[in-house]
C-alpha cells in the first residue's frame, strides 16, 4: 500500500540554523510533490510544489528538492525563525484530480 | 494566492442536532472540493471527494447519510453533520483544486472546529 513516511519526532533547531525535514514515499509515482504548513487549530497552507523533473525549487528562505530513484523529499527552511515553527507536511500525487494524502507531518520548533 | 473560506470557525451544539459548514473558494472555480477530518495530534483524514453538479464520492467508512455533501455551485460545497454525537466531535477542513493550475494545486480552509456535547 501506499506510504508516506515523514520524521515523526518534533525538529527543534536554533534560531538562524538552517531545519531539513524529510518525506519518504513508497508505491507512489508522482507527477509531484506539495509541502504544506499547519499551525494548531488551523488548516494547511501551500508552500511549494515541485514536479517530477524538477530537481529543486527555491521560495525566499524555503528549498525543496525531489529524488524520484530514493522516493524522497527534502525540504529545507534556512536562516529559521521562531515564526516558523509549526508542522509541515507533504503530500506526493501522481494527478492533480485526486485529493491529496499526507504524511503525519514534522512538528518543527525553532528556539530563539 | 487561493483563497479558500470555511463558515463557521467553529461550533457547539448538542447531541442529535444538525451541523452546516460552508466551504468557498473565494478567488477561483473549484469543480472538485474534498473534505477532510482531524483528531488531535494526527493527520488529515479524507472523508469525501465533492464534485459540482454530482453526488459526492465517500471513502470507505465513512456514512454518506450521516455526512451530507452538497456541492452546489463552482465555488461553493456544504458538508452537513446530522445527528451529531459527541464522537463526530472534530477539526473538519475543506480543500478545493484550483482548475486554473496545471496540476490543480489543493488550498485549504481555515477549519471549522465541531463541538458536540
Known amino acids: 500500500s501506499q506510504k508516506i513516511e515523514q520524521n515523526s519526532e518534533a525538529l527543534n533547531i536554533q534560531e538562524g540554523k538552517t531545519a531539513t525535514l524529510t518525506c519518504n514515499y513508497t508505491n507512489y509515482s508522482p507527477a509531484y510533490l506539495q509541502w504544506y504548513r499547519q499551525d494548531p487549530g488551523r488548516g494547511p497552507v501551500f508552500l511549494l510544489l515541485i514536479r517530477e523533473n524538477e530537481k529543486e525549487k527555491r521560495k525566499e528562505r524555503l528549498k525543496v528538492t525531489f529524488d524520484t530513484t530514493l522516493k524522497q523529499s527534502l525540504f529545507h527552511i534556512t536562516a529559521s525563525q521562531p515564526a516558523d515553527s509549526a508542522t509541515y507536511l507533504c503530500a506526493p500525487a501522481d494527478t492533480g484530480r485526486r485529493a491529496l494524502t499526507f504524511g503525519s507531518g514534522t512538528r518543527l520548533q525553532v528556539q530563539p | 494566492g487561493a483563497v479558500v473560506s470555511q463558515h463557521p470557525s467553529w461550533v457547539i451544539c448538542k447531541s442529535g442536532t444538525s451541523v452546516k459548514i460552508e466551504c468557498r473558494s473565494l478567488d477561483f472555480q473549484a469543480t472538485t472540493m474534498f473534505w477532510y477530518r482531524q483528531f488531535p495530534k494526527q493527520s488529515l483524514m479524507l472523508m469525501a471527494t465533492?464534485?459540482?453538479?454530482?453526488?459526492?464520492?465517500?471513502e470507505q467508512g465513512v456514512e454518506k447519510d450521516k455526512f451530507l455533501i452538497n456541492h452546489a455551485s463552482l465555488t461553493l460545497s456544504t458538508l452537513t453533520v446530522t445527528s451529531a454525537h459527541p464522537e463526530d466531535s472534530s477539526f473538519y477542513i475543506c480543500?478545493?483544486?484550483?482548475?486554473?493550475?496545471?496540476?490543480?494545486?489543493?488550498?485549504f480552509g481555515p477549519g471549522t472546529r465541531l463541538t458536540v456535547l
Open positions: 465533492s464534485n459540482e453538479g454530482s453526488k459526492a464520492t465517500y
Open positions: 480543500s478545493a483544486r484550483d482548475q486554473g493550475t496545471s496540476v490543480g494545486t489543493q488550498y
